[in-house]
Structures are given as structure tokens and as C-alpha cells.
């Protein structure tokens, strides 16, 4: 079956770090470029980082440069976001979603079923 | 960073009649010498993830309803349901992948009336 099945997330202090995974099955991982979107409750999308699928281009919106790190590990088809010095304002539904091609420049045609990560004291 | 903005906020329309979402971005997302323009449509139903709908702007994801189009070009992009569903009442998103910072509309919550 082919599918985007997440793991991780859940409560953190402001400060703190969280790791999140989202791991791929029913098809060739590494031949596509993954993302990061988060959604605030109650909000809409907020896209947050992209990486190639080959892990050599990573790109990250300017709300979590820094901070948020995006990787991948194709040998056990697994997407990684490392999440340090967490914000209040990173509280929100993070989903991994797969880009239609390796290039980038594509819609997110597979979506992970989402993980909340709630940030707070 | 790219702006899209989503009309109207919110719409009801009556099982059977049509409804119309419109996406406008704050730069032209067409690629002339591909003639593609890099926009999509999402569909997201209560607890449940994003759905692709429509990509470059009107090719239809496999498996998604006839009933769900997709038109315009350059910075003005519609999504119509021809005939609404009780199964269609959603958010809708519209996305624009032309250039990072990728972004998304607002979205359009869509009811029954």
C-alpha cells in the first residue's frame, strides 16, 4: 500500500526539541522530493521545509530557519524533521507530504495523516 | 514571498447546484516556456489531511470526481464543483509552487445550504 505513515511529535516545553518521522511505503522513496506543511488549530497551511530526493537540496521557510532541520535516510525510506529552540507559535499539525517528481516544483500529490506538536510551558 | 488570496472565505450552496472558488496570487505563477502555470487545488475534510485535487492548474488528479475543474492562468485561478455533493463540504486550498516560499491561500470552507 502506498502511504505516509508519521510518528513523533507531541508536547514540549518552549526551548526544547522534538524529532518527527514520516515513513514511506508502496514506492521508490528516493525518487521523490518530500516536504514539512503545518497547520496551526484552526488555521490553514503554512508550508515549512522541502529536501530533493537525493537529500542534497534542503529549503526551509524563513519562520523556522535555524532552528528546524529536514533529512532523509532512502535506505529505510524515512523523512526526519529535527525541531530545536521550539516556539509557541510552532504549535500546530505537521504533516510530510510527497512532491510528484524529484525536481521540486510540483503539487503534493500523498499527504501523512499528520502529527500534533503542541509547544508550552 | 508569493501572496494567494482566496474569495470568498466561506460559501453555502445547495446540493446539486455549482459552486465557484477563485485563487488569486500577487505574482504570476505561469512558467511561459513550459505554458505551465504551478498552482493546485487541496481538498481537506474535518481530522483528515490535505487532498490533491487539481494540479497545473487543471489537470485533474486520478480518481478525483468529474465534477471538480480547474481554470485560469498567469494569476487568476478558479476551482468550480459543477454539481455539489453532501461529500464535498470541505476547505479548500489553493497553492502556488512556482517558487519558495511555496504558499497557500487561506482557504474556502464550503457548506451545504
Known amino acids: 500500500e502506498v502511504q505516509l505513515l508519521q510518528s513523533g511529535g507531541g508536547l514540549e516545553h518552549p526551548g526544547g526539541s522534538l524529532r518527527l518521522s514520516c515513513a514511506a511505503s508502496?514506492?521508490?522513496?528516493?525518487?521523490?522530493?518530500m516536504n514539512w506543511v503545518r497547520q496551526a488549530p484552526g488555521k490553514g497551511l503554512e508550508w515549512v521545509s522541502f529536501i530533493t530526493g537525493g537529500g542534497g537540496v534542503t529549503h526551509y521557510a524563513d519562520s523556522v530557519k535555524g532552528r528546524f532541520t529536514i533529512s532523509r535516510d532512502n535506505s529505510n525510506s524515512i523523512l526526519y524533521l529535527q525541531m530545536k529552540t521550539l516556539r509557541a507559535e510552532d504549535t500546530a499539525v505537521y504533516f510530510c507530504?510527497?512532491?510528484?517528481?524529484?525536481?521540486?516544483?510540483?503539487?503534493?500529490?500523498?499527504w501523512g495523516q499528520g502529527t500534533m506538536v503542541t509547544v508550552s510551558s | 514571498d508569493i501572496v494567494m488570496t482566496q474569495s470568498p472565505d466561506s460559501l453555502a450552496v445547495s446540493l446539486g447546484e455549482r459552486a465557484t472558488i477563485n485563487c488569486k496570487s500577487s505574482?504570476?505563477?505561469?512558467?511561459?516556456?513550459?505554458?505551465?502555470?504551478?498552482l493546485a487545488w487541496y481538498q481537506q475534510k474535518p481530522g483528515q489531511p490535505p487532498k490533491l485535487l487539481i494540479y497545473w492548474a487543471s489537470t485533474r488528479e486520478p480518481g478525483v470526481p468529474d465534477r471538480f475543474s480547474g481554470s485560469g492562468s498567469g494569476t487568476d485561478f478558479t476551482l468550480t464543483i459543477s454539481s455539489l455533493q453532501a461529500e464535498d463540504v470541505a476547505v479548500y486550498y489553493c497553492h502556488q509552487y512556482y517558487s519558495i516560499p511555496w504558499t497557500f491561500g487561506q482557504g474556502t470552507q464550503v457548506e451545504i445550504k
Open positions: 505574482q504570476s505563477v505561469l512558467y511561459s516556456s513550459k505554458n505551465n502555470n504551478y
Open positions: 508502496g514506492f521508490t522513496f528516493s525518487n521523490y522530493a
Open positions: 507530504a510527497k512532491c510528484e517528481s524529484n525536481n521540486g516544483n510540483d503539487a503534493l500529490d500523498m
